[in-house]
């Protein structure tokens, strides 16, 4: 009997700790997935609470409308019709044309599917018609017109800006872009309605060497004190790696070579490094992690894990072969340079306001992850300020203040007729003003050029705008 | 024995006094009937009416009237209430039709007799030994009826429908009462610990239901017999090896029925990535999704809710309902409610006088855990969907009346452990001297 108790006690803790399990992975995801879960799938819910909820309206950080229902029930968009365009997907639009921006993935706090008793009781006494809470985005609707007017024209590509200390989303600009109140006619083209900062998987190529950097410094004990030599080309298995226009380096240290970006040295240190080595520091930048981020759908980015061949490894290692990534996480991978290592959860709602005018009680996602040492990134961030000082990424530079920052020219054909797509990574050193961006211009060339410049102008006007 | 001794035993017998829990209960019944006589379709509903009244009614005999006749654990009992009230508050807010949640009332009355029978069945039970064949025999019959007489529903065929003038008057589920058989029948084999061969008649015996169930296609079922016909094995051999060798051939079987059986693969790809086919096979586990989504945390309110975009949301789906009416912080609340039933009825297993009443009352609970983990996990997408119920909860006359049947044997055992602890108290005051 005694013995028959003691095993009761044993299976009787193993139910009660599946219970804790299940209830608490319940609680969990249902807080932070919640809304996602919402607007997963055909939810006539919202097409009902449509007809009888006044939606609630969408500012940017400083109060402009960006999205409101006027009073006789149809929903207009900012009034500036450059705004408007700017922030196109990111706000989204009636018809949920762009499926990743705030009128349809919050679909169910401008509805007012969150909001509490208090709320209704209120909405009931005063006899208001249901209304839907309002949103404040992180995001400005100046700088995200500025960057629309100043990306070259004729171009595809993204633009996202960061405050990298807190995480709050400043712009996400993608070309091309629409009018919402053009949704879903032949006036738009399909590609339009993608957010390129957060669907578009693009190819880094040079930006991502500052993962191969790093995986460099933490695992290789005086990488930083070698020497180096470029021949222009270097051989891995049958395929060479060469540098970007024929170039040879020569004899270079490793701040050169990143400065320079020297394909054949970091190809090199990729191969030394192994596979293991650099998909564990990839998956430490959150290379192949599935976001499930609260605020926004933000696309897997993804680091081989199952490489074929040598020469695969070594263009991984200057971002090629199947290396993707999409723009935010890229700003973020810049940002968390520039934050000491530790990588901010990115946010694009800054408050939600019920109809009582007080603000919701969120709490703050804070940081997601600590991606490498605060020596490690020290020391990768002088690298990138040497190369807007004195390397590819000079026509980055800001007046009066420290631009971090690398390019890229990401090969996406093997036909070379084809243009680079144009990368620019990087952030403002100040912590007054901790901004960090990421420019992606499709067959935009040389990212020294166009990307280096339009990061530049950018970082600039952040700095105006926003302090 | 010590003085302080006896105190601890006499607070022991008298702990189970909760007056406010019934309170909180009847307060519960009252206030969401009476919302949802006001609210469905906006006329008065005489039905909902009626039963904001009779439903507390009927609550404070139980809780009120049953004690009185026997020693039994009313925590216990007001919790039990407690789920069947939130079943028929939940079906008359969703499917606002005055018939389904009358036939719901009619099962939970139907359950509460057998309830009430099943306290004085096992209080009178001397000779369970009797028992065992018998009741082996009508599980297997009972249990391999619907292959010769039943039809397919939903993919499965494990029930059996009496008819009339070619109308289906009642359809009875058998797997859901022969849980109940098995436990008895489990418990009494293996309550002698000495004897090989009645352990080895226990396992067979548990094996050959779970052979049936896989020919009938209930999954759900046959999990919930492998998983607690093991636990009772462990609990009355204490034999480590056996068991996790048990457990190991489960997997295998796992993996086995997943590359035999065309259906098994489906569910996992349904359950992997629903979102491939959301207007098909992907719909019902996204709907509930949705569903849970929109309710967030507090709810859309009673009646207010489009729960029945959801297939199945008054029975397999009924957990993503009440997320979605009450929100999930009642859902969560909710699951503590059973954690509650649990710990009691693992308590009540502690304390049984005879190993064949704490292995009997061990089995209905983890059975009952089980069960609610299964479909609690299977409706947030947690593990691949399984074709069982929430027990006291989903809409169906076989599992409501044997769960509450169930919990009849549970309270039966409870008063025998409170009357046992009375004699000892007596017996030991008598000899302190106390009683002169």
Redesign the interface.
């Known amino acids: 009997?005694r013995?028959?108790?003691r095993?009761?006690?044993v299976?009787?803790i193993i139910?009660?700790c599946?219970?804790i399990g299940?209830?608490s992975?319940?609680?969990y995801?249902?807080?932070l997935?919640?809304?996602?879960?919402?607007?997963?799938?055909?939810?006539?819910?919202i097409n009902?609470a449509r007809k009888t909820v006044t939606m609630g309206s969408i500012t940017d950080r400083d109060g402009t409308l960006l999205a409101y229902t006027d009073t006789d029930g149809s929903r207009c968009y900012a009034a500036e019709r450059e705004v408007r365009r700017a922030v196109s997907q990111t706000v989204g639009d009636t018809l949920s044309m762009s499926g990743t921006g705030v009128e349809t993935m919050h679909t169910?706090i401008l509805l007012g599917?969150?909001g509490?008793?208090i709320d209704r009781t209120w909405q009931w006494m005063i006899g208001e018609n249901k209304r839907g809470d309002d949103i404040r985005l992180t995001i400005d609707a100046g700088l995200s017109a500025y960057i629309s007017e100043q990306f070259p024209d004729g171009y595809t590509g993204a633009v996202a800006v960061i405050n990298y200390r807190t995480g709050e989303v400043l712009a996400m600009v993608s070309k091309p872009d629409y009018d919402p109140y053009k949704a879903g006619t032949s006036d738009v083209v399909d590609t339009a309605y993608l957010n390129r900062c957060l669907q578009g998987k693009y190819a880094p190529g040079s930006v991502f060497k500052i993962i191969t950097l790093a995986a460099a410094l933490e695992n290789m004990p005086g990488v930083s004190s070698r020497a180096y030599t470029c021949e222009g080309s270097r051989p891995f298995g049958d395929v060479p790696v060469t540098c970007a226009g024929g170039k040879i380096h020569g004899g270079l240290t490793l701040e050169e070579a990143f400065t320079e970006s020297c394909n054949v040295t970091f190809a090199a240190l990729s191969y030394e490094l192994g596979g293991n080595k650099m998909v564990e520091t990839a998956n430490n930048f959150a290379f192949n992690d599935n976001f499930t981020f609260r605020d926004l759908v933000l696309y897997e980015s993804s680091y081989p894990s199952d490489m074929a061949s040598v020469a695969e490894l070594a263009w991984s290692g200057v971002g090629q072969a199947r290396v993707l990534v999409t723009p935010l996480h890229m700003a973020m991978i810049a940002g968390a340079i520039g934050n000491g290592g530790v990588m901010m959860t990115p946010k694009i709602i800054g408050q939600i306001t019920g109809s009582t005018g007080i603000p919701r009680l969120r709490t703050d996602e804070g940081s997601y992850k600590t991606v490498i040492s605060e020596n490690t990134a020290r020391i990768i961030g002088e690298y990138m300020k040497e190369t807007v000082e004195d390397g590819t990424g000079y026509r980055a530079e800001v007046d009066g203040y420290t631009v971090c920052g690398k390019t890229g020219s990401a090969e996406t054909s093997n036909d070379k007729s084809v243009a680079t797509n144009a990368w620019f990574v990087g952030y403002i050193e100040e912590k007054s003003s901790p901004y960090a961006v990421a420019v992606v211009i499709e067959q935009g060339g040389s990212g020294g050029d166009k990307a280096a410049r339009l990061a530049g102008k950018t970082l600039k006007k952040a700095i105006e705008l926003i302090g | 024995m010590t003085g302080m001794d006896l105190d601890t035993m006499k607070k022991a017998a008298s702990r189970s006094s909760g007056r406010t829990l019934t309170g909180l209960l009847v307060l519960f019944q009252a206030t969401a009937m009476l919302l949802l006589t006001f609210k469905i379709e906006y006329t008065l509903n005489l039905q909902s009416l009626i039963l904001a009244a009779a439903m507390p009614a009927v609550s404070l005999l139980l809780l009120k009237g049953l004690p009185k006749v026997w020693n039994i654990d009313r925590v216990m009992l007001t919790m039990v209430l407690f789920l069947c009230s939130v079943s028929i508050v939940t079906l008359t807010a969703t499917m606002k039709t005055s018939s389904a949640p009358l036939t719901q009332v009619i099962y939970i009355g139907v359950g509460l007799v057998a309830m009430i029978i099943g306290i004085a069945f096992i209080r009178k039970l001397k000779y369970w030994k009797r028992w065992i064949v018998p009741l082996m025999l009508f599980s297997l019959v009972f249990i391999a009826l619907p292959l010769v007489i039943g039809d397919w529903k939903n993919g499965a065929k494990n029930w059996i429908g009496i008819e009339r003038n070619g109308e289906t008057l009642i359809s009875i589920q058998p797997s859901e009462f022969v849980k109940v058989t098995l436990m008895f029948v489990l418990a009494g084999f293996l309550s002698e610990r000495q004897s090989r061969a009645k352990t080895f008649a226990a396992v067979v015996f548990g094996a050959l239901l779970c052979v049936i169930l896989l020919l009938e296609r209930d999954l759900g079922a046959l999990v919930l017999y492998f998983l607690t016909t093991i636990i009772l094995y462990f609990l009355a051999t204490s034999n480590l090896l056996i068991t996790a060798a048990g457990l190991c051939a489960g997997c295998m079987g796992a993996v086995c029925a997943y590359f035999m059986f065309d259906y098994v693969k489906t569910r996992l790809a349904i359950w992997q990535n629903p979102w491939l086919d959301p207007e098909v096979s992907g719909y019902q586990i996204i709907q509930a999704l949705v569903a849970i989504g929109s309710g967030g945390a507090s709810g859309m309110g009673l009646g207010l809710g489009l729960a029945r975009d959801i297939p199945l949301y008054y029975s397999d789906f009924i957990y993503a309902a009440i997320c979605e009416e009450f929100g999930f912080v009642f859902a969560l609340l909710l699951l503590a409610v059973y954690v509650i039933i649990i710990m009691r009825g693992i308590s009540i297993a502690m304390s049984a006088r005879t190993s064949f009443h704490a292995l009997l009352s061990f089995g209905i609970v983890a059975i009952l855990g089980l069960q609610t983990l299964l479909i609690v996990g299977g409706n947030i997408r947690l593990i691949p969907l399984t074709g069982v119920v929430l027990p006291f909860i989903a809409s169906g006359g076989s599992s409501m009346v044997s769960y509450l049947g169930a919990t009849g044997l549970l309270l039966g055992i409870s008063s025998l452990n409170a009357d046992a602890d009375q004699e000892d108290i007596e017996r030991a005051e008598w000899r302190d001297g106390r009683l002169v």
């Open positions: 009997m013995e028959l108790r095993n009761m006690r299976v009787g139910m009660l599946m219970f299940v209830g992975w319940f609680g995801s249902a807080y997935q919640g809304t996602r879960w919402m607007t997963s799938g055909n939810n006539r819910r009902s169910g599917f969150s509490s008793i």
